[in-house]
């Protein structure tokens, strides 16, 4: 289970048939998962990509260098996840630079929107 959120639930729902024959579809499913506030200050900060951390605390450069080198061909998909993670970093070192801190009960809850 990923940070602040629990295990995907499927809700189906199924109604008998109706007298119109045209309307096949009489049940529905959806899967959905709940977010846990753990936050003090209700606080919640929605980002993606920040579990792909592949060079931990490491500077901007660095990680632009690992990533030029790791990849032949930046691909449209990788540079989305690049620029995601980036505005994660430049998210968290804006909040870190104003005093807040992740951390449970205290800080800012992280909700991760690509898990």
Same mark, same amino acid.
């Given at each position: 289970?990923? %940070?602040?959120?629990?295990?995907?639930?499927?809700?189906?729902?199924?109604?008998?048939?109706?007298?119109?024959?045209?309307?096949?579809? %009489?049940?529905?499913?959806?899967?959905?998962?709940?977010?846990?506030?753990?936050?003090?200050?209700?606080?919640?900060?929605?980002?993606?990509?920040?579990?792909?951390?592949?060079?931990?605390?490491?500077?901007? %450069?660095?990680?632009? %260098?690992?990533?030029?080198?790791?990849?032949?061909?930046?691909?449209?998909?990788?540079?989305?996840?690049?620029?995601? @993670?980036?505005? @994660?970093?430049?998210?968290? =070192?804006?909040?870190?630079?104003?005093?807040?801190?992740?951390?449970?009960?205290? =800080?800012?809850?992280?909700?991760?929107?690509?898990?």
């Amino acid at each position: 289970m990923y %940070n602040n959120v629990t295990p995907v639930y499927r809700f189906e729902v199924e109604l008998p048939n109706d007298q119109d024959n045209s309307n096949n579809r %009489n049940a529905t499913s959806k899967e959905v998962r709940f977010y846990l506030k753990k936050s003090g200050i209700g606080t919640i900060v929605s980002v993606s990509n920040s579990m792909k951390v592949p060079v931990p605390d490491a500077s901007y %450069n660095d990680y632009i %260098n690992w990533i030029l080198n790791y990849y032949a061909v930046l691909t449209p998909q990788v540079r989305a996840e690049v620029s995601a @993670y980036l505005n @994660y970093r430049a998210l968290i =070192g804006g909040l870190e630079f104003v005093g807040l801190i992740k951390q449970e009960g205290d =800080g800012y809850d992280l909700f991760d929107r690509s898990v």
